[in-house]
């Protein structure tokens, strides 16, 4: 047994601690679910949370140990008696759920679990894991790569689980077992009774996988997407003209796999260069990219990270263009698909699921903000071609940009985001890669990302040469909506560097209010 725990308690002593002291309190103690599972699997992975049983008593046996240990302690679920240690002294906080037997006996606990590879136990007994429990063949199915239910009603007695059969699958490249797909299948309408917050969690794991397209699919073939996401599922069979050479859900497919390399290599440190289009992202980005990982690294609510939000603005990008589509014949017959306002569209109906499944305040207006923007980084590309972004274009992309989610607009967050967005848009739109004029696309979008950052650009615009105050004062003007647009003119002319000093401002606000200019 020993072997089997090399691979994640030498490196956290903390667990090993925590283990030990809970064994103390209370013997038998079994290590439970995933972590057994990917130690069998030989997954080496950073041990960040564990899953623990004991016969009785799990809250009292935890806020035991959390005393002695210096860990906190919350009641989690005082009725099914589950409780929650949390070490916050440590790079990365440690979580370890404790939770009494379900049946009081470690049989009738293994046999309520969701699949076999997850219904196995390590007990543990100082400092080590001294046997291995598997009552339902579970190693048989991890030798054999595939992922079965523990019981005929494993499924139905907790439906977010066929959200979870599809994760596992993908995550581990199992496939499910065909009596568990039959059933999944057939009682996919009980994924409606689950709760949004549940379904929300479960969703959200499922994007943040290395292949979340291939999740995707699979919910759509089952037709788990039709029932979560109406609004996704919509895009299947949406045909778009040329550049475009797929129907919207699969272009959306193409968003979602480019998304994710950029999220990884920015945020994960992952290689993007292995293709030509990833090596210009790369170059182009290069200078940026502390501070792009910085920013990325953030969390918008409950411990999820900017950089995987991505991956949900891939996925809802083209959201509106069902709802939108017109067709109108051209000279050569041809039909020609047309998707005007999909991005007003789209950032509605996206914003409301976001609040259907509560997410936070925030993070669905972030959601609407980046979807209404998308376009506009293709628009700006178009109209510059091979010249450089104006320094004013800049600055009212990311102004306007920001007009929908202002609890952040002062930080430029939603204008990055968008630029983000529109590279892994740019190029799900051609099946060619790199995508025509990538080169100039790519230094646009970092044209972009330099005034976002730079101290001259974005940052500099927020400290304005001339307030409001001063021209009232100065020129006698009672407050009012004239003001605040003579600003706006200041503050973009300040952005192009047209005007340096107070004095500058002044006199351009003069001829402004003359009309000289």
Not at 344 to 354: W, Y
């Amino acid at each position: 047994m020993d072997s089997l725990t090399t691979a994640w308690t030498p490196s956290f002593p903390a667990f090993q601690a925590l283990l030990n002291a809970l064994a103390a309190e209370a013997d038998p103690v079994y290590v439970v679910g995933g972590v057994v599972r990917d130690a069998l699997l030989g997954r080496s992975k950073e041990l960040t949370d564990l899953d623990v049983i004991v016969v009785e008593q799990a809250n009292r046996v935890a806020r035991r140990v959390a005393d002695r240990l210096g860990w906190a302690y919350y009641a989690l679920d005082a009725e099914r008696d589950v409780a929650r240690l949390v070490f916050t002294a440590s790079k990365t906080p440690l979580v370890c759920d404790v939770a009494a037997m379900r049946g009081g006996e470690l049989a009738a606990d293994l046999q309520s679990r969701d699949f076999t590879v997850n219904a196995m136990a390590m007990r543990w007994r100082r400092n080590a894991a001294t046997e291995l429990v598997d009552l339902v063949n579970g190693r048989e199915d991890l030798a054999a790569r595939r992922l079965r239910r523990v019981t005929p009603w494993s499924m139905a007695d907790d439906p977010v689980r066929l959200l979870r059969a599809i994760r596992l699958a993908v995550q581990l490249d199992f496939t499910i077992e065909n009596d568990t797909l039959l059933q999944m299948l057939r009682i996919g309408d009980a994924l409606r009774l689950v709760s949004p917050e549940r379904v929300r969690d479960e969703l959200w794991k499922i994007l943040a996988l290395a292949q979340p397209e291939h999740a995707l699919e699979m919910l759509r073939e089952y037709r788990f997407l039709h029932i979560l996401l109406p609004e996704v599922a919509e895009m299947e069979g949406v045909e778009q003209s040329t550049p475009h050479d797929a129907d919207v859900f699969q272009h959306t497919l193409r968003a979602v796999r480019h998304a994710v390399a950029l999220r990884d290599w920015l945020a994960y440190e992952k290689p993007i260069n292995d293709s030509e289009a990833g090596a210009t992202i790369a170059t182009a980005l290069a200078p940026y990219l502390p501070r792009l990982r910085q920013l990325l690294l953030n969390t918008t609510a409950a411990e999820r990270r900017q950089a995987d939000w991505l991956v949900w603005f891939a996925l809802w990008h083209d959201v509106g263009k069902p709802s939108t589509r017109t067709a109108e014949r051209i000279a050569d017959g041809a039909v020609r698909y047309r998707f005007l306002g999909h991005e007003e569209i789209g950032a509605r109906l996206a914003e409301q699921r976001m609040e259907a499944l509560k997410f936070s305040r925030y993070e669905s207006s972030l959601m609407r903000a980046v979807i209404q923007a998308h376009m506009r980084p293709h628009l700006l590309h178009a109209s510059f071609g091979a010249d450089p972004l104006s320094r004013r274009a800049c600055y009212r992309f990311f102004r306007d940009s920001a007009s929908g989610n202002q609890a952040r607009a002062v930080e430029g967050e939603v204008g990055i985001d968008t630029v983000l967005l529109a590279l892994a848009d740019y190029q799900a739109i051609y099946a060619a890669s790199p995508p025509p004029n990538w080169t100039d696309y790519v230094r646009h979008a970092a044209e972009l990302i330099a005034f976002g950052l730079a101290p001259n650009g974005l940052t500099e615009t927020r400290q304005p040469l001339v307030d409001g105050h001063t021209l009232m004062a100065y020129f006698k003007l009672a407050p009012g909506p004239q003001i605040g647009a003579l600003l706006e003119q200041l503050r973009e002319a300040q952005a192009a560097g047209e005007i340096a000093t107070p004095e500058e401002g002044l006199a351009l606000a003069a001829e402004l209010l003359t009309g000289t200019v």
